[in-house]
């Protein structure tokens, strides 16, 4: 609860007043924001390294595979973090883990793989944009709509 009383602390030294509604949802969203960070650090690393390892190859397709990999392990490491810091249920609330962690992956297939590949091609293949800066410009759409598909289904 560390971080919701600094984000309260903030709130106050700004003299901003919000509903204990509007307080609460935006902490979360800024918890939210935090694992966000983690994550897409962690989706970008994975990302380059995938990048760098198959380069000897030559493969027209090495970013679709570098998607793919950086996707299956940030969506495990998002989950993890968004469900015990950011979507915790109150005492006596039950959570099916594996509908959640399906609904999440369903969540971030349509933002993480299928939107970010269908962005990557045009980025790369159309505009001529390096494949190392395309994944961070996706990040600009998904972001959002990670959020919203997270708040209001996967985690609900």
Do not use: C
Request: aromatic share 16%; net charge positive.
């Amino acid at each position: 609860m560390a971080m919701d009383d600094f984000i309260r602390r903030v709130l106050k030294i700004f003299h901003i007043r919000l509903s204990e509604g509007k307080e609460t949802a935006l902490i979360q969203f800024v918890k939210f924001g935090i694992v966000g960070v983690s994550n897409t650090l962690l989706s970008y690393a994975i990302n380059v390294v995938i990048l760098l390892a198959l380069s000897p190859l030559k493969l027209s397709w090495d970013y679709f595979a570098a998607n793919v990999v950086a996707f299956i392990l940030s969506v495990a490491w998002s989950f993890f973090w968004n469900n015990k810091y950011v979507f915790v249920k109150k005492d006596g609330e039950k959570r099916n883990i594996w509908a959640a962690l399906l609904k999440t992956y369903i969540s971030y297939a349509l933002t993480g793989l299928v939107l970010a590949n269908v962005l990557s091609y045009i980025w790369i293949d159309v505009v001529g944009i390096s494949k190392f800066i395309a994944p961070l410009l996706n990040l600009i759409i998904s972001v959002p709509v990670n959020f919203l598909m997270n708040k209001l289904w996967a985690f609900k």
